[in-house]
């Protein structure tokens, strides 16, 4: 099929060989056979090519590939740790950095069931089974630990069953818990409706996460080789959104802080909202988050505005279409187009990746894509904390990449 394909080249720009060459270089799959046939033809149609295209050639050809593959490779997280240097039960990856992020929000249970239908007010049906499942801010640390960062959780966990529950789900990653459990009270609940099309309704009873107070916050200390990830849902809460504003003044201006809006940004009063924009470094929306966060229905018109809003620099999440990056210039960072399995968690995945690559040092590009990935290699698989490590994304090879080797 090489050979057809060197004609269609050739005959594609009749009067430009040049340009023919370089479209049949860069077309991917078997480009370089498809290339030299290419080329070949068109030397033998029009004579030789002009001395500044064989000069560019030759400097291609002198490339050290080997030196490109190295700087590459350089780029990769470090590999796993050895056998052995895991807590037992954990499914972390070991890394070099030490620089933790620092969760500020809430880790709740999700009570899960499918219906057929929502009932009508008054009325009754028959669910599904009901699955209790660690949820809430526990996917976005079970993420990051997974990815290898240690990760703080600084918010309140109950001292009932849904309390264990998040803690044995926190703690078999290696989780820490700023705080012990408030006594007396137990960890709030989400029950989760899902009816046969996939939509999900949710009705939450709140528990001892949000209770937060001031002092409880004092406890954490967050020093600039941390990413602070602060979650919309510690703003809807009066005590909690109380807590958050008087310690967040008090975070030392060269520590990142990250704000993940959530769903229920709307329903935080605007001048809070206001003032946790002023400080966070970045904002990591998804687009409907990002338009009633800046009432623009463009989503690079909205990352462009977030950023203003915050210190410049935003980012805003658009599934497989990868996202926008804000500084306040706007670009897009594609994602790898795979076969979605279960789209839950794809953004908790992605507010983890991104925060661990910039707490590793990388630039917001890297990060950006780096996060992409993460997100995209998530929802190839079924349930919400199914973040990859460190190891398997470096190792994993989208079906999309695949297919141009």
Same mark, same amino acid.
């Given at each position: ?17 040049? +340009?023919?060459? $370089? ?48 700087? +590459? ?50 009325? !009754?049906? +028959? ?10 801010? @526990? ?8 990815? #290898? ?14 309390? !264990? ?9 290696? @989780? $820490? ?14 029950? @989760? ?36 990830? %602060?979650?919309?849902?510690?703003? @809807? ?7 958050? %504003? ?6 030392? #201006? ?70 926008? +990056? ?60 199914? #973040? ?18």
């Amino acid at each position: 099929e090489s050979v057809p394909a060197a004609f269609a080249f050739a005959l594609a720009r009749p009067d430009d060989p040049w +340009l023919a060459l $370089r479209l049949a270089a860069s077309a991917g799959g078997d480009t370089d056979t498809v290339a030299a046939m290419a080329g070949a033809i068109l030397g033998a149609v029009h004579g030789p090519f002009a001395q500044e295209a064989v000069a560019q050639v030759e400097r291609v050809n002198g490339i050290d590939l080997a030196a490109a593959a190295r700087g +590459l490779l350089a780029l990769r997280p470090p590999p796993a740790a050895p056998a052995g240097s895991r807590a037992t039960g954990s499914t972390t990856t070991a890394r070099t950095t030490t620089g933790r992020l620092v969760y500020v929000g809430q880790g709740v249970v999700d009570l899960v069931t499918q219906v057929p239908f929502l009932p009508q007010p008054g009325g !009754d049906l +028959l669910a599904g089974p009901l699955r209790a499942l660690a949820g809430g801010g @526990v996917n976005v640390m079970i993420a990051a630990a997974r990815l #290898g960062r240690p990760v703080l959780y600084a918010g309140r966990h109950g001292s009932g069953p849904h309390g !264990d529950l998040v803690r044995a789900a926190l703690g078999g990653h290696g @989780v $820490r818990m700023a705080l012990p459990a408030s006594p007396g009270r137990d960890t709030g609940t989400v029950l @989760v409706l899902v009816t046969p099309d996939g939509e999900r309704t949710f009705v939450t009873s709140p528990g001892a996460e949000a209770d937060l107070t001031a002092a409880d916050l004092e406890r954490v200390r967050p020093t600039p080789a941390d990413v602070v990830v %602060l979650s919309g849902y510690a703003l @809807v809460h009066p005590s909690n959104r109380a807590a958050v %504003l008087t310690w967040l003044p008090g975070v030392a #201006g060269d520590v990142t802080v990250l704000l993940d809006p959530g769903p229920l940004i709307g329903q935080v009063p605007p001048d809070v909202v206001r003032t946790v924009l002023a400080r966070a470094d970045w904002v990591s929306a998804n687009e409907a988050e990002a338009r009633v966060l800046t009432g623009r229905d463009d989503p690079a018109e909205a990352a462009g505005a977030l950023a203003v809003l915050a210190r410049g620099r935003a980012l805003v999440r658009r599934g497989a279409a990868g996202c926008l +990056l804000a500084e306040p210039s706007v670009q897009v960072v594609p994602a790898p187009q795979v076969d979605a399995v279960d789209l839950t968690g794809a953004g908790d995945t992605h507010t983890a990746a991104f925060a661990d690559a910039l707490a590793s040092g990388s630039d917001p590009w890297t990060a950006a894509l780096r996060a992409n990935r993460a997100a995209a290699w998530s929802v190839t698989r079924p349930g919400p904390a199914t #973040g990859p490590t460190a190891a398997e994304l470096a190792d994993w090879v989208p079906p999309s990449s695949a297919s141009q080797i």
